[in-house]
C-alpha cells in the first residue's frame, strides 16, 4: 500500500529555534514530492523536489529529497509564529495522484 | 491570474441528501484533483479530472461522483450522505497532467 508518513505528527518550539519535519515515503512509480503549508485553509506551495540531493531554498526554509531512502526534510530556521501552520508532504505517483501524509502540526511560540 | 475557487465555502446537509460542490481552476489549468480533508484521516484523493476524462480515483465509494466541463471547470457530487462526509473538501488545478497542484480554499461540508 502506497503511503507517506510524517514526523513528528506534532511540534512546539519557541520563536528564534529552527525546526526540521520529516517525511518518508514508499509509493509506487514515484515522481517527486511536494510541500505545502496549511494555515486555516487551503495548503499553498512550498517546494517541489524531484532530483535527489538537490536542496531548493526559499528564505528561511529549506527542503531536500533523499531517494535512496525514500525521505525528505524541510528545515526552518529563525522560526516565527508566522511560520505555525500544518505542513503537509505529498508524494506525486505516477503523473496524477498525489499521496499526501498526516501532516505535521506547527506551533510557534513568542 | 485568479487562484482556485470553489463554492460554496460552507454547507450543511443531513443524512440521506445530496451535494454538489463546484471547482473553478486557475485559468489555463487543464488538470482539476478533487481531495476530502478529515482530521482522523488527513487528506485524501478523490478523482483527478483532466480534458474533460477521469484519469484516476481514489479509494471512495460509488456515491461520490465527478465531472469536468469543456472550460475545466468542475463539480463532484455527493449522493446519500451520510455523517462521515463531513470534511473539508478542497480542489487543486494545474496545468497538465503533471507538477505542481495549486488548492482552492475548499467547500466545509457539514453532514447533520
Known amino acids: 500500500e502506497d503511503k507517506v508518513v510524517q514526523s513528528p505528527l506534532s511540534l512546539v518550539v519557541h520563536e528564534g529555534d529552527t525546526v526540521t519535519l520529516n517525511c518518508s515515503y514508499e509509493?509506487?512509480?514515484?515522481?517527486?514530492l511536494l510541500w505545502y503549508k496549511q494555515e486555516k485553509k487551503a495548503p499553498t506551495f512550498l517546494f517541489m523536489l524531484?532530483?535527489?540531493?538537490i536542496e531548493k531554498k526559499s528564505g528561511r526554509l529549506s527542503s531536500i529529497l533523499d531517494k535512496k531512502e525514500l525521505f525528505s526534510i524541510l528545515n526552518i530556521t529563525a522560526t516565527q509564529t508566522g511560520d505555525s501552520a500544518v505542513y503537509l508532504c505529498?508524494?506525486?505517483?505516477?503523473?496524477?495522484?498525489?499521496?499526501f501524509g498526516q501532516g505535521t502540526r506547527l506551533t510557534i511560540n513568542p | 491570474k485568479a487562484g482556485v475557487t470553489q463554492t460554496p465555502r460552507y454547507l450543511i446537509k443531513t443524512r440521506g441528501q445530496q451535494v454538489t460542490l463546484s471547482c473553478s481552476p486557475i485559468?489555463?489549468?487543464?488538470?482539476v484533483s478533487w481531495y476530502q480533508q478529515t482530521p482522523g484521516q488527513g487528506l485524501q484523493f478523490l478523482f483527478e479530472?483532466?480534458?474533460?476524462?477521469?484519469?484516476n480515483k481514489g479509494n471512495f465509494p460509488g456515491r461520490f461522483s465527478g465531472r469536468q466541463f469543456s472550460n475545466s471547470r468542475s463539480e463532484m457530487n455527493v449522493s446519500t450522505l451520510e455523517l462521515g462526509d463531513s470534511a473539508l473538501y478542497l480542489c487543486?488545478?494545474?496545468?497538465?497532467?503533471?507538477?505542481?497542484?495549486?488548492f482552492g480554499p475548499g467547500t466545509r461540508l457539514l453532514v447533520l
Open positions: 509509493v509506487t512509480n514515484f515522481r517527486s
Open positions: 487543486a488545478s494545474r496545468e497538465t497532467g503533471e507538477g505542481t497542484q495549486y
Open positions: 485559468s489555463g489549468h487543464r488538470s
Open positions: 505529498a508524494a506525486i505517483q505516477g503523473a496524477q495522484k498525489l499521496v
Open positions: 479530472y483532466f480534458s474533460e476524462t477521469q484519469r
Open positions: 524531484t532530483s535527489s540531493g
